[in-house]
């Protein structure tokens, strides 16, 4: 089965909208073993137009507005957008952004960061979560709900990061949701298998029967770990297990289920050194815990500054030496320290937080129902 021609981010909506980056010559072993189920193997991207036409290209930045600085961080917008945002991904001076005016989110869009223009933008139908990989921006398409499971909502869809242009799908069996990418190549979670996809290729790699829906994933690429998040569906029933796996086979390394069994939801993945910051909701409150490597054993929390924040959209991101953790709905953003989880400040900055931080080079962005902000420490963070 060959990738179909031309032919869609995370639903990485922080919290209750979870119910919401590798060359040829790094790709796994020599001899990697191929999946069990009907799909083929050869799934080939075609090569896209020279001079594509981009449709969809209506989208414009707003002027942006700030929150009142002080000595915690803040925000300020550097590209209003008539949709909520819930991804972010910085590359190579822009930014790549998923958004929707529903969950999962139905557009992605390229911002120019100097200054802030979109350069380009369409429509995804399904889409649900962002990845870069192999030189390429790609969508997993299996967000929307559809009773009459449509083959177009099995796509894995792979664009031009500088133009938008189609390159290519990848049908895969199950629906592809979160994704995530590492010098091993693209894995993509499809309900209760997980495939390694070769990026520059489209080819799939390996496949790995799962317990259980994946919810969330995340890569540590210097410990060559994939971490992951399994629950029992529909999203937002019961979270199942946090589990580490090795990176380049997936092969199950360490799972706990004592501490994170029965929460409502896992928001957000984000791994430091050593181990994994895992957010959640409770259905009554929201955190984010630490897990080391290794053996999944809690050893930190994150810890509230003035009982601000910590409801069920609690979203905890570690960047640049910060973790920064994102309220949506108490519209707080704490920064607190990575490898104790105390938190050093906390700002209330009217702005709706939907989706993630991510960072590139000395600036740190960050997804709001407004468009796509730029964070300012504060001389406390």
């Given at each position: 089965m060959?990738?179909?021609?031309?032919?869609?981010?995370?639903?990485?909506?922080?919290?209750?909208?979870?119910?919401?980056?590798?060359?040829?010559?790094?790709?796994?072993?020599?001899?990697?073993?191929?999946?069990?189920s009907a799909a083929s193997t050869s799934h080939r991207p075609t090569t896209p137009s020279p001079r594509p036409t981009i449709p969809d290209n209506s989208l414009r930045c707003k002027a942006g507005s700030s929150d009142a600085p002080g000595t915690g961080p803040h925000l300020r917008l550097i590209c209003g957008l008539p949709a909520p945002v819930f991804q972010v991904l910085p590359d190579r001076g822009s930014i790549a952004a998923l958004l929707g005016f529903s969950a999962p989110p139905t557009r992605i869009a390229l911002i120019s960061v100097h200054p802030a223009a979109v350069r380009a933008s369409r429509t995804v139908p399904g889409g649900l979560s962002l990845a870069l990989a192999g030189g390429w921006l790609w969508v997993s398409r299996g967000g929307l709900a559809d009773t009459k499971n449509a083959a177009s909502y099995h796509l894995v869809q792979r664009f031009d990061p500088v133009t938008l242009a189609s390159a290519g799908t990848i049908p895969l069996p199950g629906r592809p949701?979160?994704?995530?990418?590492?010098?091993?190549?693209?894995?993509?979670?499809?309900?209760?298998?997980l495939f390694l996809l070769d990026p520059s290729t489209g080819d799939i790699l390996r496949s790995v029967a799962v317990s259980g829906n994946i919810e969330r994933m995340a890569v540590d690429a210097a410990a060559g770990v994939l971490y992951d998040t399994r629950y029992l569906p529909p999203i937002g029933n019961e979270v199942l297990a946090l589990e580490e796996r090795d990176l380049h086979t997936g092969a199950l390394v360490a799972t706990n289920t004592r501490d994170v069994r029965g929460f409502l939801a896992v928001n957000a993945l984000s791994p430091v050194s050593?181990?994994?910051?895992?957010?959640?909701?409770?259905?009554?409150?929201?955190?984010?815990?630490?897990?080391?490597?290794?053996?999944?054993?809690?050893?930190?929390?994150?810890?509230?500054l003035r009982q601000a924040g910590g409801t069920n959209a609690t979203a905890a991101f570690a960047d640049s030496g910060v973790l920064w953790v994102l309220d949506g709905q108490a519209e707080t953003i704490s920064c607190a320290d990575p490898a104790t989880g105390s938190t050093h400040a906390v700002?209330?900055?009217?702005?709706?937080?939907?989706?993630?931080?991510?960072?590139?080079?000395?600036?740190?962005?960050?997804?709001?129902?407004?468009?796509?902000?730029?964070?300012?420490?504060?001389?406390?963070?």
């Open positions: 060959r990738l179909s021609g031309l032919g869609a981010v995370l639903g990485v909506g922080a919290v209750l909208l979870a119910a919401c980056s590798a060359g040829a010559s790094d790709l796994g072993p020599a001899a990697p073993s191929r999946p069990t949701r979160q994704m995530a990418a590492g010098p091993t190549g693209l894995w993509v979670a499809t309900g209760r298998r050593g181990g994994v910051w895992m957010s959640f909701a409770s259905g009554m409150l929201g955190g984010a815990w630490l897990f080391a490597a290794r053996d999944l054993h809690q050893v930190a929390y994150w810890q509230l700002s209330r900055v009217g702005m709706n937080l939907t989706g993630n931080v991510a960072a590139a080079g000395r600036r740190t962005y960050v997804a709001t129902g407004s468009g796509v902000a730029l964070v300012a420490r504060g001389s406390r963070c």
